[in-house]
């Protein structure tokens, strides 16, 4: 698994990433910009994975594939990780797709999710 180490204070920036992207994702769904939204969600979710990643291990991923992101936030012991994981691999899965789909997104919760375990 490839990774890049990242002092811990930088999880602040992933996170004010994350919460950029939901923000704009919300603004993208109230002018029915689906697409937009779609890609939005998939990129607040990887941001707030990597909040998580950078708080609790000091690294984020630097790989290109999506299951080693995956596998890295697995690494850590947090309540519901498996859970959140599947729901997070479910978002990443529609990324390639994202152009060509005309499903819709629904409410993303996997970033109140992180921060209710950032614990200090």
């Known amino acids: ?10 999880y602040l920036n992933y996170l004010k990433k994350a919460e950029e992207f939901l923000q704009e994702c919300e603004n993208a769904i109230k002018n029915k910009n689906w697409n937009s939204a779609v890609s939005l969600a998939i990129h607040s979710g990887i ?16 790989g290109e594939s999506h299951e080693e992101f995956t596998q890295l936030i697995n690494r850590m012991n947090i309540k519901e990780i498996n859970l959140k994981i599947r729901q997070l691999s479910s978002l990443i899965s529609v990324k390639n797709s994202v152009e060509y789909s005309e499903n819709l997104m629904s ?11 950032l614990q200090k």
């Open 1 to 10: 698994m490839k990774t890049r180490k990242v002092d811990k204070h930088f």
């Open 47 to 62: 941001c707030a994975g990597d909040t998580l990643c950078v708080f609790n291990l000091g690294e984020r991923s630097a």
């Open 107 to 117: 409410e993303e919760r996997f970033l109140s999710w992180v921060k209710s375990n």
